[in-house]
């Protein structure tokens, strides 16, 4: 059998072992959505349940009034907790996706420089100059790949940053809105008195 067969093989091969990775990322990420999704479920259930027992057991426009501000501040938490882990699910789906991205490209550059070394041990004399140009553009287009998988990856990190601080900022506005909230229902209890 000669190399050509065996090379077109192995690449369809890696080409399968690529899919089958993507595909298995993909399935990955959805499976944790999944699972994310049904222990929210089930906790809302449980916590739905308990909420409406404390519910039927309110007396008086006082308690109605701390039993809704003590609502506000777990949902809010829980929304936001949803929120990052989902958005941690498809950022790590992502970046597997990038890794093997980025490992088919680094493979396609290697094939095509050992093209070129082919290409220049069989060259005929004088076209050495056509050799070196060629490699020279190979190498300045691994440079610019590199450089924009580089800008990509900054501009992810920076991405993940700000989601973390609008995160962070969301919940101490709701902890400052609970706590606001707990500082007047006093008042509104002397006020109804």
Avoid: C
């Amino acid at each position: 059998m000669s190399a050509i067969p065996q090379n077109i093989l192995a690449s369809q091969k890696t080409s399968l072992d690529n899919l089958l990775a993507i595909q298995g990322a993909f399935f990955g990420g959805f499976e944790k959505l999944v699972d994310l999704n049904l222990k929210v479920i089930k906790a809302t259930m449980d916590e739905v349940a308990q909420t409406s027992q404390q519910a039927i057991e309110v007396k008086d426009p006082q308690e109605a009034l701390a039993f809704t501000t003590a609502l506000v501040r777990p949902n809010a938490e829980k929304t936001l907790a949803y929120s990052k882990h989902v958005y941690d699910i498809v950022a790590g789906v992502q970046g597997d996706l990038s890794k093997l991205t980025e490992a088919q490209i680094a493979e396609g550059q290697q094939q095509v420089t050992e093209a070129l070394d082919q290409i220049a041990k069989n060259a005929p004399t004088g076209s050495e100059g056509a050799v070196a140009l060629l490699k020279s553009s190979l190498a300045t287009a691994n440079s610019a790949y590199e450089s924009v998988a580089k800008a990509a990856r900054q501009a992810a990190d920076a991405a993940e940053s700000n989601i973390n601080a609008a995160t962070s900022a969301t919940f101490k506005a709701a902890n400052d809105a609970a706590e606001a909230a707990n500082k007047s229902a006093p008042r509104a209890r002397r006020n109804a008195s």
